[in-house]
């Protein structure tokens, strides 16, 4: 059963009040009503201000007669003045209980209205608010503590990086520039897919969003993500892969990815498994985000590199994004620490076999050393030959396979370079499988 976040009672909805044009009624004239002009004017609302001239203080007087942004009427507040059909009534005067009343009469008409120091009176609260062009951050303490949300608002605007408003004004030019060149309501998807990566990848920097946004109306091209799926066990996938397979438009898996890793792509996704990298290339040319899924790590043994290649000399150029190789995980399942203080102070990661199927150049025995072989099952008697014969291995050096690590038929045989192969025979060991050699096996491990 699907677990879900648990709802937390207590809290206010937090909007972003489009006030543009709507009727506001401001009540009294002191420097928590200035403040209120302030955040309503930035917001294009129409205000009103009522309040005898005598208790103005210099600021509002300077926004009547100098800005001129406020409609003032000079007296005191009347309760056919609510005739008018205001969107909003802030009251800011010193008289408790006729604000009390005030907020009453507002609540009797359906009209959203703010009590200063009355939190029991608000419909809703002033945030503390940190403006920087487009760019808004509201903190909120729900009137518990309106000068500690000062204080956090200060704090969350001194990390921010320089420019930062800029950066959101030309995301929001760059937005538009997209739209108008794929206008296609069926490719909003893909497009805001788009628009979101260059948040993540770029987002701080305006001068990149910049020049972006400034080039001629091509055609959005499709980015293609080299992906390592990990060894096997989809907690074990980085949070990045997971968030590109929910993502993309078009998924081409290897044959070893397990299904478990394949069941989180996107169900709105199209997914391709073993096919040419030309599957992928077409989902470019359309402007997809493309992901090419490999077992463990790409550049680990997985071709990677040859495919970054083949991407490159087509015009692109592929986003690596790591995984966790087997060549890590599996010993680790087996209680196999590579290095271990006394034991073992280096390892070496190979694999069983090379280019076009040769042998690989294996090294010489060393007792401080551990060997992690990779694809090595269907060599394991040329490969105990070498090591025997060739390299020096004492026929007790302790070894270990691990087949299908991290997935739920993961099972650990451990043994000797002597019985390397008649293991595989007599345990019907199949790949995947990794092959570790060295003592290293025995400091978790009782055999």
């Not at 520039?177 to 993540?200: A, F, H, Y």
Request: with cysteine; proline share 6%; hydrophobic share 40%.
């Amino acid at each position: 059963m699907a677990s879900y976040a648990p709802i937390r009672p207590g809290g206010s909805l937090i909007l972003a009040w489009q006030t543009k044009n709507r009727k506001v009624l401001i009540v009294g004239g002191g420097q928590v009503a200035a403040g209120r002009i302030v955040s309503v004017k930035e917001a294009d609302a129409q205000v009103t201000l009522i309040c005898p001239e005598d208790g103005l203080c210099d600021e509002v007087k300077h926004r009547i007669h100098v800005d001129k942004v406020v409609d003032w009427v000079d007296r005191c507040f009347q309760d056919s003045d609510l005739d008018e059909n205001y969107d909003m009534v802030l009251t800011a005067i010193d008289d408790h209980e006729e604000s009390l009343r005030i907020g009453q009469l507002c609540r009797a008409r359906r009209i959203p209205v703010n009590v200063a120091d009355v939190p029991s009176m608000c419909d809703f609260y002033f945030m503390s608010q940190h403006r920087d062009g487009p760019l808004q951050i509201a903190v909120s303490t729900n009137g518990q503590g309106p000068k500690l949300a000062n204080m956090i608002r200060q704090k969350i605007a001194a990390s921010l990086p320089p420019g930062i408003g800029e950066t959101v004004r030309r995301m929001g030019i760059l937005r538009g520039k997209v739209r108008q060149w794929d206008p296609e309501i069926s490719n909003s998807g893909p497009r805001m897919r788009w628009v979101t990566k260059l948040c993540e990848d770029w987002g701080w920097s305006a001068t990149l969003v910049q020049t972006i946004a400034m080039t001629t109306n091509a055609k959005t091209t499709g980015t293609i993500y080299l992906v390592g799926g990990g060894p096997g066990d989809p907690e074990l996938i980085t949070v990045k892969a997971q968030r590109l397979l929910q993502t993309a438009d078009l998924v081409v898996s290897d044959r070893l990815i397990p299904q478990q890793v394949l069941d989180l792509v996107n169900r709105k996704s199209d997914s391709a498994q073993d096919e040419l990298l030309e599957w992928c290339l077409e989902g470019l040319k359309k402007g997809q985000q493309v992901v090419r899924l490999k077992i463990g790590d790409p550049l680990l043994f997985g071709r990677g590199g040859e495919e970054v290649l083949w991407f490159r000399d087509h015009g692109y150029e592929p986003v690596l994004v790591p995984g966790i190789s087997s060549a890590f995980s599996a010993p680790m399942v087996a209680n196999i620490p590579v290095t271990h203080r006394g034991t073992a102070d280096q390892v070496i990661i190979t694999t069983g076999r090379g280019t076009k199927g040769s042998m690989p150049d294996l090294p010489e025995y060393h007792p401080m050393r551990t060997l992690v072989v990779l694809m090595a099952v269907g060599r394991a008697t040329d490969l105990q030959q070498i090591l025997l014969s060739n390299k020096g291995y004492p026929a007790n050096t302790p070894i270990s396979w691990i087949e299908n690590a991290n997935c739920p038929e993961e099972r650990t045989i451990f043994s000797t370079v002597e019985q390397m192969a008649n293991v595989v025979d007599e345990q019907n060991i199949v790949a995947p499988a990794v092959l570790v050699v060295g003592q290293s096996i025995n400091v978790l491990n009782t055999l």
